[in-house]
C-alpha cells in the first residue's frame, strides 16, 4: 500500500497525505454506494450496519494517520465510561469538557512543534469527533432529565432517549462518510439512517388506514451532480490557485514592489480561488454521505428529494450574499448547528461571548485565528449598523436596488477577503505584515461606522409568529457565532 501511495503521489504531485484523503474519500464513496444497494435496512439488521459502518471507519483512519488512531480511541473511549456512568443531568459537562480539552492539548501540541500546520493531520478528524461527542453527551442529558415541552426545535431533532451501545456509539463516531472533514451527522439522525427510519412514510391503504412503508428516493442526480461540482473545484484547486497563492499576500517583494489597489485585487482574486479547497472538500464529502443515504431531507414543493441534510455550505447563497451576515449564514451549516446545541442555547448569560470562545478553541490556538475572528465580528457589527441606516434610501426603485445590491456584494466580498486571510498566515508576524500593508483600512472604515453612525432603535413588541428558538432563528446562526466559518 505504501508503494502504491508513493506512486500515485508521482504521477499526481499530490502530497502523500493529500493522496491517502482523496483514496480514503473515494473508498468511503464505494463503500456508502455497496451500503445503499446492497445493505439496505430492510434487508440487513441494523447491527451489521452498525459493525460494518464501524470496520471500514477504522480502516480508514489506520490507513490515513496510523498511530494517530490512539488520539480517537483514547477521546472517545474516555468520553463514553463518562456518558454511561455519570449522573446525566451534569455528563455533558464532564464530556464536553474533556473532549474539548483532548483536542485542545493536540492543538497546543501542533503549535509549539509547528507540526501539521497546513496540511491534512489527525486534528481535523479529532475536531469532528469533538463535535460527535459533545453534542451527543447534552443530547442524552435533553432526553434523560429534560421534559420535552422544555427542549425548543432544534433540541427535540437531536434528542436521545437512550443510552447507546458500545457498538451504535463506535459506529456513529467512526462514520467513514463524514470521519475526515464532515460535515457532522448528529446521533439521532446518524441512528435514523442506520435503521431505516429516514426513509418511512406514511400511506393509506384502500380502506382509508394508515400504514409506515420504507419508500427511498433516487440519490443519483444529487450525487452525480456534486461529484461533477467537486472535479471543476479540484481543477481550480490544483491549476489556478498556485498562480494567486494566499501566502503571496504577505510576501515582502509582492508588497514593496506593487501598488495599494493591484495588491487589493491580488488578495480578492486569491481568497476567491482559494474557497475551491473548501467546496472540494466539503462537496464531496456530502456526496459521499448522500450516497450512503445520508443527509435526506424530505421533498421540496415540487415533491423531488431533497439531499441537503448534511450540506455544509450553500454555495450559491454564499457566492451571491449582499452582506456579512447572510454570508455567513451560509458557511459551515453544520458547525454552527453544533455551537447553538453545545453552547449558544445552554449559556444563560454572554451567549456570543461564550460561543466565539468554544468558536476559537474548537479552530486551535494559531494567532491567525484571533486575527480573523475577532475582524469578523467587528466588521460583523459595522457592517449592520451601515446597512440599518442607508439601505432604505436604495429601494425605492428597481434600478436603484440593483445598484445597492451589486455594490454591496462587492464590499461583503472584500470585507470577506480581508479579514479570512490571516487564517491561512497564522503567524502573528505575517498577520501584522499583512495588515499593515493595508493600512488596517477595513477596521479603521468599521471603527468610523461603529462610532459616528447611530444605532437601530430597539424592538419593543416581538411579532405574534416567530420560528425562533431561546431567541435563535432555526435557519439563521449568525446569532449563535459570527466567525465560525471555516475548517471542519
Known amino acids: 500500500m505504501e508503494i502504491l501511495v508513493a506512486a500515485i503521489s508521482r504521477a499526481t ?6 493522496v491517502r484523503w482523496v483514496v480514503s474519500q473515494f473508498t468511503a464513496l ?21 459493525f460494518l459502518q464501524l470496520v471500514i471507519g477504522v480502516s480508514i483512519v489506520l490507513f490515513s ?32 469538557f474533556f473532549s474539548v480539552s483532548y483536542m485542545s492539548a493536540i492543538h497546543l501540541y501542533f503549535l509549539f512543534t509547528n ?12 475536531m469532528v469527533i469533538t463535535e460527535k461527542l459533545s453534542s451527543l453527551s447534552w443530547s442524552i442529558h435533553d432526553g434523560l432529565t429534560r421534559k420535552e415541552e422544555d427542549l425548543n426545535e432544534l433540541q427535540k431533532k437531536m434528542v436521545v432517549r437512550e443510552y447507546p451501545s458500545f457498538l451504535q456509539f463506535s459506529s456513529f463516531i467512526f462514520c467513514p462518510q463524514n470521519l475526515l472533514v464532515g460535515p457532522v451527522t448528529f446521533y439521532a439522525d446518524y441512528c435514523k439512517f442506520i435503521d431505516g427510519e ?9 380502506r382509508g388506514n394508515e400504514r409506515l412503508i420504507y419508500r427511498e428516493p433516487s440519490v443519483f442526480s444529487a450525487v452525480a451532480k456534486k461529484l461533477a461540482f467537486t472535479v471543476l473545484s479540484a481543477i481550480c484547486l490544483m491549476k489556478l490557485v498556485p498562480m494567486f497563492p494566499i501566502m503571496g499576500n504577505v510576501d515582502e517583494d509582492h508588497i514593496a514592489n506593487n501598488s ?37 431531507n424530505g421533498y421540496d414543493e415540487r415533491g423531488n428529494p431533497k439531499w441537503d441534510g448534511v450540506t455544509n455550505v450553500r454555495i450559491w447563497e454564499f457566492e451571491t450574499a449582499t452582506s456579512l451576515k447572510v454570508l455567513i449564514d451560509n458557511w459551515n451549516l453544520t458547525g454552527a448547528r453544533w455551537l447553538r446545541h453545545v453552547c449558544f442555547d445552554r449559556m ?29 465580528s467587528f466588521m460583523v457589527a459595522a457592517s449592520q449598523k451601515v446597512r440599518a441606516n442607508f439601505r432604505h434610501y436604495f429601494t425605492s426603485s428597481p434600478g436603484l436596488k440593483t ?86
Open 13 to 18: 504531485k499530490l502530497k502523500d497525505p493529500e
Open 348 to 376: 444563560p448569560v454572554q451567549k456570543k461571548v461564550t460561543t466565539f470562545l468554544l468558536s476559537s478553541i474548537w479552530h486551535g490556538f494559531h494567532p491567525g485565528y484571533f486575527f480573523t475572528f475577532g475582524s469578523a
Open 115 to 126: 507540526v501539521g500546520v497546513n496540511t491534512l493531520d489527525y486534528i481535523g478528524p479529532l
Open 403 to 488: 445598484g445597492y445590491d451589486l455594490f454591496t456584494w462587492f464590499w461583503t466580498h472584500l470585507c470577506l477577503a480581508y479579514f479570512i486571510a490571516p487564517f491561512t498566515f497564522l503567524r502573528f508576524d505575517l498577520c501584522i505584515r499583512y495588515f499593515n500593508s493595508l493600512y488596517w483600512f477595513l477596521h479603521i472604515m468599521a471603527l468610523v461606522a461603529l462610532i459616528v453612525l447611530p444605532g437601530r432603535k430597539k424592538r419593543t413588541k416581538q411579532p405574534p409568529h416567530s420560528d425562533k428558538t431561546n431567541g435563535v432563528s432555526e435557519n439563521n446562526h449568525t446569532d449563535v457565532v459570527s466567525n465560525h466559518h471555516k475548517a471542519e
Open 260 to 296: 495599494f489597489l493591484y495588491r487589493l485585487g491580488w488578495l480578492w482574486i486569491s481568497i476567491q480561488l482559494a474557497k475551491s479547497k473548501y467546496y472540494t472538500a466539503w462537496v464531496l464529502s456530502d456526496a459521499v454521505n448522500n450516497a450512503a443515504g445520508l443527509g435526506f
Open 65 to 96: 494517520f496510523g498511530w494517530g488512531i490512539l488520539h480517537f480511541l483514547v477521546d472517545a473511549t474516555v468520553c463514553y465510561i463518562l456518558t454511561v456512568t455519570l449522573d446525566p443531568k451534569y455528563c455533558q459537562l464532564f464530556v464536553t
Open 198 to 206: 429516514t426513509f418511512l412514510v406514511k400511506e393509506k391503504d384502500g
Open 30 to 50: 464505494f463503500f456508502s454506494i455497496l451500503l445503499r444497494r446492497y445493505l439496505k435496512p430492510t434487508k440487513e439488521s441494523a447491527t451489521l450496519r452498525y
